[in-house]
């Protein structure tokens, strides 16, 4: 199996752990015990204000993790992480 072969399964069956696991709306809680358990690092997140006003910004979050990376947006920096850990696992499951 390749690298990016390895990674792509990797990937797949820590979004199926964080799939299962999953308890209420925790995907990033979820996402890290997952990767945790399939022995992979943490995942990488990266915040940006893409736009909006001063009284209502709009932040992005990248997630990288095994070779796999998700996008979301939030009114927040925490909505944006939860949307792209849930945008990560869905992208796999």
């Not at 792509?8 to 799939?19: E, F, G």
């Not at 690092?41 to 990266?46: A, G, L, T, W």
């Amino acid at each position: 199996m390749s690298a990016s072969a390895s990674s792509i399964a990797d990937a797949a069956t820590i979004a199926a752990t964080a799939d299962i696991e999953v308890e209420g709306e925790n995907w990033v809680g979820a996402l890290q015990n997952a990767a945790v358990k399939q022995g992979s690092p943490f995942p990488v997140y990266r915040f940006a204000r893409d736009q909006g006003t001063p009284h209502q910004p709009v932040f992005s979050c990248t997630i990288e993790l095994a070779g796999h990376t998700a996008k979301a947006s939030g009114s927040s920096k925490q909505s944006a992480k939860r949307a792209a850990a849930k945008q990560w696992v869905d992208d796999l499951s």
